[in-house]
């Protein structure tokens, strides 16, 4: 009201309906008015859009965030319903035993539901089609017939919006990539052959290349490089998916001095540290707290004090609560599990930022990469997205990426991916990607070879964690801190002769004492 906006009349709609009456609303210029006695709305929304939109409909403020911009590219829309995590899980299996397996009973579910989820919808009609989804893989049926992708409703769907139009508009990119790859021993020849051509390609299109390949392929290396260089591709060439790890029952008394028993699956990972430090990632997976499956409806009715979860936590990363631990080897897959396997170990994809707090674009050529790593990627500031469904084929992988990056620079991702996907002729290996992110999205050619962007970006991300270190107290923060340190001056030492840079890696070095004298 206090906009004093102008309405061409009133709509009513149900409660349950906002996400599609707002659209409505705007696409008339109508007042929206919530009535529980308002007839049902259509859930097939045209606006003669180039494009569709399938939304997994929650009915909540993200509903809002999606609807404002399919709005704004004029996409017509169709809401479908949410779905639980079980849900998700099952039709992932579904797509992966219709492709993977050549399942027919597969095939016909889902069939069942597509059919359902598209009746009376012409597809083929449109340019491009994009699901805001959990997690189902609905490019592995759609991709031969229609440029696809997706968006994750778990990421923060406002950031990744924002990013991707801030990336479009402003042309914010740095002239370069990563390309890594361990070349494991069963795998060299076809990681070789792919990291090669990936890195020539990327080349001829004027970016310059940082090659993190055998040796220089660790744990370390992809956590510093991921993290904090700054870089407009990732490219991944390894092993990758799933993996085993230990299965732990661990009980904590709660403040108000209850116990409590809570499950987990416990993935590990080590890799050696400078000095006599080894670096420890642990990775926990619920499954049961007091009994109840996590995120069950059964565990929500216990009605648990939020402080319950707080408290467990807390006991989680307390040594003295850490003494009645059981723990146990296990020899199967951990589902929601991922790793990227380094020279030295295992990188889990746990990152806070990536490309020095900027927004790249990810080929994770890996096997079984899509489902836990895109979600973590993409919440670190990833802004497209390419993964596996299954183990992928050596020849195919060597070739899809190829495909890709040679046609990425001249039209967008998802195109490009499109021409990727429909080049497979292994029946075994159809639609095996997937592909995350937005139908305007883009990859930028720059105009000649020039590192003048990546020198600026270090420096100032240099003094920035220069900046910030003066108020770490917490000693793995700490330890952390100056890590970073060490690695952004170790990329700008070669520049050392730039005005500025030599008085900049001083100052980095005297910073870095000061730490390590407060370290215990």
Not at 88 to 107: C, I, T
Not at 198 to 206: D, E, G, R
Request: hydrophobic share 35%; charged share 25%; with cysteine.
């Amino acid at each position: 009201m206090f906009l004093n906006k102008q309405f061409n009349g009133v709509l009513y709609c149900l409660r349950t309906e906002i996400s599609r009456g707002l659209l409505y609303a705007k696409n008339e210029n109508k007042l929206l008015i919530v009535d529980e006695t308002a007839p049902s709305l259509n859930d097939f929304i045209k606006s003669k859009g180039e494009g569709l939109i399938v939304i997994e409909s929650k009915n909540d403020i993200s509903d809002i965030i999606i609807v404002n911009y399919a709005f704004s590219v004029n996409a017509d829309i169709k809401f479908t319903n949410d779905l639980q995590p079980s849900e998700v899980k099952d039709l992932k299996d579904k797509f992966v035993k219709w492709k993977r397996d050549e399942s027919y009973g597969a095939y016909l579910s889902i069939l069942n539901i597509i059919n359902e989820l598209m009746k009376n919808i012409k597809v083929d009609n449109y340019s491009y089609l994009t699901f805001f989804t959990d997690g189902v893989p609905y490019g592995a049926f759609f991709n031969s017939i229609i440029p696809c992708s997706h968006v994750l409703r778990s990421i923060t769907i406002d950031l990744f919006i924002f990013n991707n139009i801030f990336f479009e508009q402003y042309e914010h990119y740095f002239g370069s990539a990563i390309v890594f790859s361990p070349n494991p021993p069963d795998l060299a020849t076809y990681t070789k052959m792919e990291s090669e051509k990936v890195c020539n390609t990327l080349k001829n299109f004027n970016l310059l290349v940082k090659k993190l390949l055998d040796k220089n392929a660790t744990v370390e290396a992809f956590d510093s490089y991921v993290g904090y260089y700054p870089y407009d591709i990732l490219h991944i060439c390894s092993h990758g998916g799933e993996t085993d790890g230990y299965y732990v029952v661990q009980e904590y008394t709660d403040r108000e001095g209850i116990r409590h028993t809570v499950e987990y699956e416990e993935v590990v990972g080590f890799s050696p540290d400078d000095g006599e430090y080894v670096n420890v990632v642990s990775k926990k997976i619920f499954r049961y707290f007091d009994g109840h499956i996590w995120k069950s409806e059964e565990l929500e009715n216990q009605k648990y004090a939020q402080y319950v979860y707080s408290d467990m936590f807390k006991a989680l990363c307390d040594k003295e609560e850490r003494s009645e631990i059981t723990r146990k080897k296990i020899d199967y897959l951990i589902e929601s599990s991922c790793y990227i396997k380094c020279y030295d170990n295992i990188h889990q994809g746990q990152f806070h930022v990536l490309a020095s707090q900027n927004y790249p674009f990810v080929f994770n050529n890996t096997c079984n990469s899509w489902g836990e790593f895109e979600t973590q990627l993409i919440a670190g500031g990833c802004r497209a997205y390419i993964g596996t469904l299954w183990n992928v084929g050596n020849e195919t992988a060597t070739s899809s990426s190829h495909i890709f990056y040679s046609n990425a620079f001249d039209s967008n991702i998802i195109n490009s991916f499109n021409s990727m996907v429909n080049a497979i002729d292994s029946d075994k290996y159809k639609d095996i990607y997937l592909f995350c992110g937005l139908h305007f999205a883009s990859l930028k050619r720059p105009s000649n070879l020039s590192n003048e962007k990546i020198i600026k970006e270090l420096a100032v991300s240099l003094s920035r964690w220069l900046e910030k270190s003066s108020n770490k107290k917490s000693q793995e923060v700490l330890r952390n801190t100056i890590k970073i340190i060490q690695f952004l001056c170790k990329e700008l030492t070669p520049y050392h002769d730039i005005p500025g840079i030599i008085e900049l890696i001083v100052r980095s070095v005297k910073v870095c004492y000061y730490l390590k004298s407060k370290l215990v």
